[in-house]
């Protein structure tokens, strides 16, 4: 078992930045994908950013050189650097991790947090 703790969510104007973070604990070793996805309402979970276990990084195009994936040294700890913002990112945000994956298809993904939402306005 693997539970996943989200924070850093909150709201900020156009323009602006925040971070998340997501604290694994439990049986982290079988760990080798960890993700951020988001969604809004009457929407599709749709994968935002993984990173793998040799460090490879993936985005969505909407995201790219917006956001950043990094994870700490221990790798227990995951982050999603969020900057320059719109208010199409505005969404619960969710990280997922698993021990092997297709890096953005959220089937591949076993364990979720309880998300942390991310508002951003106009």
């Known amino acids: 078992q693997v ?3 989200e ?3 909150g709201s900020t104007q156009s323009g602006g930045s925040l971070r998340l973070s997501c604290a694994a604990s ?3 070793v079988s760990i080798y994908c960890m993700a951020w996805f988001r969604q809004v309402p009457g929407k599709e979970r749709e994968g935002v950013a993984a990173i ?4 490879r990084a993936y985005y969505a195009d909407s995201v790219k050189g917006r956001f950043t994936i ?18 199409e990112d505005t969404a619960m945000y969710y990280c997922a991790t698993a021990p092997y994956c297709r890096p953005m298809e959220k ?3 076993n364990y ?3 998300g942390t939402q991310v508002t951003v306005s106009s």
């Not at 793998?52 to 460090?55: K, L, Q, R, T």
């Not at 990094?70 to 208010?87: C, E, H």
Request: proline share 3%.
């Open 7 to 9: 924070s850093g969510g």
């Open 52 to 55: 793998v276990g040799d460090g």
């Open 3 to 5: 539970q996943l703790v």
């Open 70 to 87: 990094f994870q700490d040294s221990a790798k227990k700890t995951l982050y999603l650097q969020l900057n320059s913002l719109k208010p």
């Open 26 to 28: 439990g049986y982290t």
């Open 107 to 109: 089937n591949q993904y």
């Open 112 to 114: 979720w947090g309880q």
